[in-house]
C-alpha cells in the first residue's frame, strides 16, 4: 500500500540532513525557473520559502536538565501529507506548499484536478534529487476516500473556500491519525503560505535526552554498592 512505502520513505528523508533537503529544493527552484510552465514566480516562492523555514527548524535548543542530564528540542517532519489545490488556482501558492511539507521532513501526495501537471511536478522533484518513495500521486477522483482510508498527517489545500469546509469536515470525522487541514484562501497575497512561521505547520516537536549520570545528577552515586 502506499502508505506503507511512504512511511518508510518519509522515516529516511526526515533523517536527511536538513542542509541536504534544502540543497534538493533550490535544486528544484533552478528547474522550474527554467521550464515555462512553472516560471520564475515558482522558483521565487521555492527560494523564499526555504530561506524563510530553514531558520525556524534547523536550531536544536537546549533545555535545562534538572538532574544532570542533556536535553535537546528539535523539529522532525509529522508524516504524510496530501497536498492538493483546486483547478484555478495560482501555480506558484502550490509550489509553495509542496516545498514546505518536503523542508519539514514529510513525504507528499499530490492530488490536484491536472493529471499532467501533477506529473511534471513529480518529475522535476525527482530530477532535482527527491526520493522516489517520497512523492506520490492520487487521482482527485480519489482524493475524499484517500483522506478517510490513509493515514495522514495533514492536508494542504489552496482554493476555493466550498472545498476548505469539505476538506475540514473529512478530517474532523476521519478515524485514526488525527491530522490538521493547512489551507490558503488568498488567492493573490498568499497571507497564510508567505507568513513567517508557514513551515512550523508541518512539523512536531521532539526532545531527545541524555542521562549518564546518577539520580540527581551526583555520579558518584554510582560507585555505591560496586565493592572495592
Known amino acids: 500500500m502506499v502508505k506503507d512505502i ?3 520513505a518519509q522515516k529516511l528523508w526526515n533523517d536527511t540532513l536538513l542542509e541536504q533537503r534544502s540543497e534538493y529544493l533550490l535544486k528544484w527552484a533552478n528547474l522550474l525557473a527554467s521550464q515555462a510552465e512553472f516560471g520564475s ?4 516562492m521555492v527560494d523564499y520559502q526555504v530561506q524563510q523555514g530553514f531558520p525556524l527548524i534547523n ?3 537546549l533545555m535545562p ?4 542530564e542533556s536535553n535537546e528540542l528539535y523539529s522532525a517532519g509529522r508524516g504524510m501529507f496530501l497536498v492538493s489545490a483546486h483547478e484555478g488556482a495560482p501555480i506558484e501558492g502550490l509550489i509553495g506548499q509542496i516545498c514546505s511539507v518536503l523542508l519539514a521532513g514529510n513525504s507528499l501526495v499530490l492530488s490536484t484536478m491536472q493529471p499532467s501537471l501533477m506529473m ?17 500521486i492520487t487521482p482527485y477522483s480519489e482524493l475524499e476516500l484517500f483522506i478517510k482510508t490513509q493515514e495522514i498527517a495533514g492536508v494542504a489545500y489552496i482554493g476555493e473556500q466550498k472545498m476548505i469546509n469539505t476538506l475540514d469536515s473529512l478530517l474532523a470525522y476521519k478515524e485514526g491519525l488525527l491530522a490538521q487541514l493547512i489551507f490558503e ?3 493573490v497575497n498568499f497571507s497564510t503560505i ?5 513551515i512550523l505547520r508541518f512539523i512536531s516537536e521532539r526532545t531527545r535526552t541524555i542521562n549518564v549520570t546518577a539520580v540527581g545528577g551526583n555520579a558518584t552515586l554510582l560507585a555505591l554498592g560496586s565493592g572495592d
Open 120 to 136: 511534471d511536478i513529480k518529475s522535476s522533484l525527482l530530477a532535482a534529487g527527491i526520493p522516489e518513495n517520497v512523492v506520490a
Open 65 to 68: 536538565g534538572p538532574t544532570g
Open 59 to 61: 536550531d536544536r535548543q
Open 185 to 187: 484562501a488568498d488567492l
Open 41 to 44: 514566480l515558482s522558483a521565487q
Open 194 to 198: 508567505t507568513a513567517p512561521d508557514y
Open 6 to 8: 511512504m512511511k518508510q
